[in-house]
């Protein structure tokens, strides 16, 4: 069962479901409870409590028919799960009384909606999330599956490899042959213990992750492989980068590395993992995905891309706003919507205010007007917040004060020495320009 994709969309349901269950005047604990219960069984919002702040923020200062009426709009899936949270707030105590009842399905019939998806009827005992998402079972374990798919028709793995959201979604889970490209590497001697955890994870995700900030790719991937098989997602994701850098240091034929990276990525972004959705984002934005007879197209699929980044942005991803911000600017797989960019920009700033590029992003969105009204000033403050962290924005800010301010020209240029002592290329320009280099 498929959630709403964008931040506004699952906003809507929240509210929703929070003005239903305040139909009797107050909201209790208990269903408060069961919305983020839900949200976090779909959504995967554990240890993200600022993340799901935010939503309940939005959801709360969104008006009622408007959130219902954007409900109306939403497809088969999106509109079983808006019933089915519904459902769960409503009977937050495991039963429907006939007061909650009588709510339930006027609401129900109100938004369009189809009956919750775990019961025949609706008062049936029946309130957990569905067994089965697109026919996909839950629970299976990595054999299993790759079992239950070996079955399935190949047609849906071709559309999957070539970008298809929905396919993605479905055939992501799919286990590739391992043997072909792990053959040697799952041969290195290691025997790391799998019953002790480090807070709550296995020391294979925990040893393999450091041996990947180490540089160690080759030796980091076989602990990464038994932990991602046991179904951690981080582990994933640190496979997928393990082939990426594989790759850009030279050791890897680059179409082998990109298939097993995005292969990596593609699980864990399945697994709703924001870093595996915002880099099989950047393997659409940049054209790095396999087609059909498993080779690169160098094709890019803006409108896939968009779509991971949206996805990545859910789950706290910063550097994935950055990029679909600017696709709204250019109109890249979007509409082309200068203020949606703007905010977008403005967005990643509040999810990372130490990000230096967000800073960057959105004082270039004020420079240029893109998508609110052009302002120097406000530009200055952007970078001013940057600088520390990304050389571009100190040179930025420097180029406006040495235009704006003649008296402050000398400290100015020291700005842009410093900026291009950390090799930003916009300070190069300007000094070179200036005859200060």
């Given at each position: 069962?498929?959630?709403?994709?964008?931040?506004?969309?699952?906003?809507?349901?929240?509210?929703?479901?929070?003005?239903?269950?305040?139909?009797?005047?107050?909201?209790?604990?208990?269903?408060?409870?069961?919305?983020?219960?839900?949200?976090?069984?779909?959504?995967?919002?554990?240890?993200?409590?600022?993340?799901?702040?935010?939503?309940?923020?939005?959801?709360?200062?969104?008006?009622?028919?408007?959130?219902?009426?954007?409900?109306?709009?939403?497809?088969?899936?999106?509109?079983?799960?808006?019933?089915?949270?519904?459902?769960?707030?409503?009977?937050?105590?495991?039963?429907?009384?006939?007061?909650?009842?009588?709510?339930?399905?006027?609401?129900?019939?109100?938004?369009?909606?189809?009956?919750?998806?775990?019961?025949?009827?609706?008062?049936?005992?029946?309130?957990?999330?569905?067994?089965?998402?697109?026919?996909?079972?839950?629970?299976?374990?990595?054999?299993?599956?790759?079992?239950?798919?070996?079955?399935?028709?190949?047609?849906?793995?071709?559309?999957?490899?070539?970008?298809?959201?929905?396919?993605?979604?479905?055939?992501?889970?799919?286990?590739?042959?391992?043997?072909?490209?792990?053959?040697?590497?799952?041969?290195?001697?290691?025997?790391?213990?799998?019953?002790?955890?480090?807070?709550?994870?296995?020391?294979?995700?925990?040893?393999?992750?450091?041996?990947?900030?180490?540089?160690?790719?080759?030796?980091?991937?076989?602990?990464?492989?038994?932990?991602?098989?046991?179904?951690?997602?981080?582990?994933?994701?640190?496979?997928?980068?393990?082939?990426?850098?594989?790759?850009?240091?030279?050791?890897?034929?680059?179409?082998?590395?990109?298939?097993?990276?995005?292969?990596?990525?593609?699980?864990?972004?399945?697994?709703?993992?924001?870093?595996?959705?915002?880099?099989?984002?950047?393997?659409y934005y940049y054209g790095r995905i396999p087609n059909e007879d498993g080779e690169l197209d160098y094709q890019d699929d803006y409108e896939?891309?968009?779509?991971?980044?949206?996805?990545?942005?859910?789950?706290?991803?910063?550097?994935?706003?950055?990029?679909?911000?600017?696709?709204?600017?250019?109109?890249?797989?979007?509409?082309?919507?200068?203020?949606?960019?703007?905010?977008?920009?403005?967005?990643?700033?509040?999810?990372?205010?130490?990000?230096?590029?967000?800073?960057?992003?959105?004082?270039?969105?004020?420079?240029?007007?893109?998508?609110?009204?052009?302002?120097?000033?406000?530009?200055?403050?952007?970078?001013?917040?940057?600088?520390?962290?990304?050389?571009?924005?100190?040179?930025?800010?420097?180029?406006?004060?040495?235009?704006?301010?003649?008296?402050?020209?000398?400290?100015?240029?020291?700005?842009?020495?410093?900026?291009?002592?950390?090799?930003?290329?916009?300070?190069?320009?300007?000094?070179?320009?200036?005859?200060?280099?």
């Amino acid at each position: 069962m498929k959630g709403p994709e964008s931040f506004e969309d699952l906003a809507a349901v929240i509210a929703v479901c929070l003005g239903t269950a305040r139909s009797d005047g107050k909201l209790l604990a208990d269903e408060l409870n069961t919305i983020l219960d839900g949200l976090k069984a779909q959504y995967d919002f554990e240890g993200q409590d600022d993340l799901l702040q935010e939503y309940l923020d939005e959801a709360e200062k969104m008006d009622l028919k408007e959130a219902i009426e954007r409900i109306k709009q939403f497809g088969p899936e999106e509109k079983q799960f808006t019933s089915d949270m519904l459902f769960m707030t409503i009977a937050a105590d495991g039963e429907l009384s006939p007061d909650e009842e009588e709510i339930y399905k006027g609401m129900v019939d109100y938004c369009g909606l189809p009956m919750f998806s775990g019961a025949d009827s609706v008062n049936e005992e029946a309130t957990t999330w569905p067994d089965e998402e697109d026919g996909v079972p839950y629970n299976m374990d990595w054999d299993e599956i790759d079992n239950w798919y070996g079955e399935q028709d190949k047609e849906l793995g071709i559309k999957a490899l070539h970008g298809d959201p929905a396919a993605l979604a479905q055939y992501g889970k799919m286990m590739l042959d391992d043997d072909v490209y792990y053959e040697n590497l799952l041969s290195i001697d290691t025997d790391p213990s799998e019953d002790e955890t480090i807070d709550g994870y296995s020391d294979d995700y925990w040893t393999g992750k450091d041996l990947y900030l180490d540089d160690k790719y080759t030796e980091a991937i076989p602990y990464l492989m038994k932990a991602a098989k046991r179904g951690n997602e981080y582990a994933m994701y640190y496979l997928g980068c393990c082939w990426f850098e594989y790759w850009n240091n030279g050791d890897g034929e680059e179409t082998e590395c990109w298939l097993k990276a995005f292969e990596w990525f593609l699980k864990g972004a399945v697994k709703w993992n924001g870093d595996c959705c915002f880099k099989l984002g950047e393997a659409y934005y940049y054209g790095r995905i396999p087609n059909e007879d498993g080779e690169l197209d160098y094709q890019d699929d803006y409108e896939a891309a968009a779509f991971w980044f949206r996805q990545a942005i859910t789950f706290g991803n910063v550097s994935a706003a950055s990029y679909l911000g600017g696709m709204y600017i250019d109109g890249e797989g979007v509409e082309k919507d200068e203020r949606k960019g703007f905010e977008t920009y403005k967005k990643a700033t509040e999810m990372a205010p130490d990000s230096g590029i967000s800073w960057y992003n959105l004082g270039i969105a004020y420079e240029k007007g893109y998508g609110v009204t052009p302002s120097d000033e406000e530009a200055s403050k952007c970078y001013w917040k940057g600088k520390d962290s990304y050389p571009e924005c100190k040179a930025r800010y420097a180029i406006l004060l040495y235009n704006k301010n003649p008296g402050q020209r000398q400290y100015a240029i020291s700005l842009l020495k410093e900026a291009n002592e950390r090799f930003s290329p916009t300070a190069e320009r300007a000094l070179k320009q200036l005859g200060e280099l």
